[in-house]
């Protein structure tokens, strides 16, 4: 006589509708802000200013190369900004080429031709920013890569980016 073999066990895991009604907390809607956070988004040079937490004191100032270039090609590296409370962005990161596309749309619209938005970062939000105000910027941001190879007469590995 073959004998019974034994009963298997199983086990039951939740179905996903039965985890999909398990209630969660309501998070309230982001601000416009909050939701461009760390994204690349498209802003009008006229509304950046240079951060008074720039990195850069010395040199801020784009050259004759960076402007030429920016006209030619527009900014092609996002720069970093953040909100400030009248409504412009503070350039951190990039101040340089946001003055180059400055002065390339100053020259673009006094010759009646289209202006060109910047790309930028918005840092902002939840522990993303100091006690103080000033964006949170990790040591790695602020030093030079050791590859990057400065331009001639400049020391900041911004000088070349645009």
Same mark, same amino acid.
């Given at each position: 006589?073959?004998s +019974?073999?034994?009963a *298997? *066990? ?7 509708a &039965?985890? +999909?009604?398990? =209630? *969660? %907390? !309501? $998070? ?11 994204r690349?988004v498209?802003?009008? =040079?006229a509304?950046i ?17 960076? $402007?030429a270039?920016? &006209? ?9 900004v ?10 951190? *990161? ?5 003055q ?6 100053? %020259?673009?619209? &006094?010759?009646g031709? =289209?202006? $060109?938005?910047?790309? !930028?970062i ?5 522990g993303?920013q100091r006690?103080?105000?000033a964006?949170a ?6 030093? =030079?890569?050791?590859?990057?190879r ?8 911004? !000088?070349g980016?645009?």
């Open positions: 006589m073959p +019974a073999s034994p *298997k *066990k199983t086990t039951t895991t939740p179905t996903r &039965a985890s +999909a009604a398990t =209630p *969660k %907390t !309501a $998070r309230p809607k982001p601000s416009p802000v909050e939701e461009a956070h760390d690349i498209r802003l009008d =040079p509304l200013v240079r951060d008074d937490y720039n990195a850069r004191t010395t040199g801020t100032d784009p050259d004759d190369d960076l $402007r270039s920016v &006209a030619e090609l527009g900014v092609q590296d996002p720069i970093h953040r909100p400030l409370e009248n409504g412009t962005y503070g350039a951190f *990161k990039g101040w340089r080429r946001a180059a596309q400055q002065t390339a749309n100053a %020259t673009a619209e &006094a010759e031709r =289209p202006t $060109r938005e910047i790309p !930028a918005i840092r902002a939000g939840p993303r006690r103080d105000g964006p910027v990790s040591d790695r941001e602020r030093s =030079p890569r050791p590859d990057a400065p331009r001639p007469g400049q020391g900041h590995r911004d !000088a980016a645009h």
